[in-house]
């Protein structure tokens, strides 16, 4: 028995990090799930390890900026399965440090659209299904401790991922009603690919690595516990929480 037996589930940018281990992890605890992303050749490597563990999951290529696309998602994943119960919002991109003066309007373009638009998007459309269904369902945010702080020479980055968390608050509030539970997790610093060439022993990340109180970064692999729990029927109260997985980064 696995704790979403039955269960269908959606999950974006679901080719690497933290997306790719998510969607193994909710179809090894039963759920049928369908990845999205914009490369093909990196979802069939997902899909290729679902179906290793006996899971079942899809790859539907789409850019979650794109209303179209977006919708289309939700329409490929109710033909593919039948329903929509679960959706973890992960796709997401950073564009890079600087000074906010020095930073550019096309960074910002790049960033919302990215990061907040398709936020938005996806909770629209995610949540116009879970309503036709006759409502019911858990989303799961992928916010940032960035949502909650801010570090230097990223103000696009702490901006946008302090509106995921505006937007799932809001989102909450408005479809508690419905039983519609919408969440983030907050992880920290994680060695994803968009984390590439961070090395926490050097002497240039020594200030950031001593406001981590457990005095290391995680992996993908350990933040995958508190999604499926967030995903699964264990949380029916949680509405609105943003939950920190960041070696105590944030509690100081």
């Not at 999951?57 to 998602?73: C, I, N, R, T, W």
Request: a negative charge; aromatic letters at 8%.
């Amino acid at each position: 028995m696995g704790l979403l037996d039955g269960k269908v589930a959606i999950v974006t940018g679901g080719g690497s990090g933290i997306g790719q281990a998510v969607a193994v992890a909710f179809a090894e605890h039963g759920a049928k799930v369908m990845l999205c992303g914009r490369r093909p050749e990196a979802g069939a490597e997902t899909v290729e390890m679902i179906r290793k563990i006996g899971g079942t999951g899809q790859f539907f290529k789409a850019d979650v900026s794109k209303a179209a696309e977006v919708e289309a998602l939700g329409a490929a994943t109710v033909a593919a399965y039948g329903k929509l119960d679960v959706a973890f919002n992960n796709a997401g991109i950073f564009d890079g440090f600087g000074l906010l003066a020095d930073l550019t309007e096309e960074a910002y373009d790049n960033s919302f659209d990215s990061n907040v638009r398709s936020m938005f998007l996806c909770l629209k459309y995610q949540i116009r299904q879970m309503l036709a269904q006759g409502g019911g369902g858990s989303i799961i945010n992928n916010a940032s401790a960035q949502s909650h702080l801010a570090l230097g020479y990223s103000a696009h980055y702490t901006a946008c991922k302090h509106a995921i968390l505006g937007y799932t608050r809001a989102a909450a509030v408005d479809y508690a009603r419905q039983n519609i539970r919408v969440n983030a997790i907050s992880p920290g610093v994680t060695l994803t690919p968009m984390m590439a060439g961070f090395d926490p022993d050097a002497p240039e990340n020594a200030t950031l690595m001593a406001r981590i109180p457990a005095g290391r970064v995680a992996t993908p692999d350990e933040l995958v516990g508190t999604v499926v729990f967030m995903a699964s029927d264990m949380s029916p109260y949680l509405h609105g929480a943003s939950i920190a997985v960041d070696g105590a980064w944030t509690a100081h």
